[in-house]
């Protein structure tokens, strides 16, 4: 239960900061390699690197760091790792083109509290 609200708490910045079709979902039965993924994304790449430092400090004042940051320079696709959840955030043409919603078709979408 602690990862999901930390996946939650997760979620409710990316709402808070006007990130795209955010998704969150769970994944610990299909993958050992986190408990939930979320997806989102935004209109141009610094609008993703902006939604990916408020991620980092709002999530930094709950408590939590990432294990790792991929993509930031480039803000096409940005992956932050916290362990139990995993955020992918996409440029949106990237988004549509690696699909991952489909990709993990049989992970149940969580709906988020408040969301």
Not at 72 to 87: C, F, K, P, R, T
Request: charged letters at 25%.
């Amino acid at each position: 239960m602690q990862s999901l609200n930390k996946a939650q708490q997760c979620f409710e910045i990316l709402q808070k900061h006007k990130a795209i079709d955010p998704t969150l979902f769970q994944v610990k039965e299909l993958t050992s390699i986190s408990d939930y993924f979320i997806i989102s994304s935004g209109n141009s790449t610094r609008q993703i690197q902006a939604i990916m430092r408020h991620i980092q400090k709002g999530m930094r004042e709950l408590g939590f760091r990432p294990y790792g940051i991929e993509g930031a320079q480039e803000g096409n696709w940005i992956l932050m790792d916290y362990e139990d959840v995993i955020i992918h955030l996409f440029y949106k043409p990237f988004r549509e083109f690696y699909d991952l919603e489909g990709l993990w078709v049989e992970a149940p979408r969580i709906e988020a509290e408040g969301g």
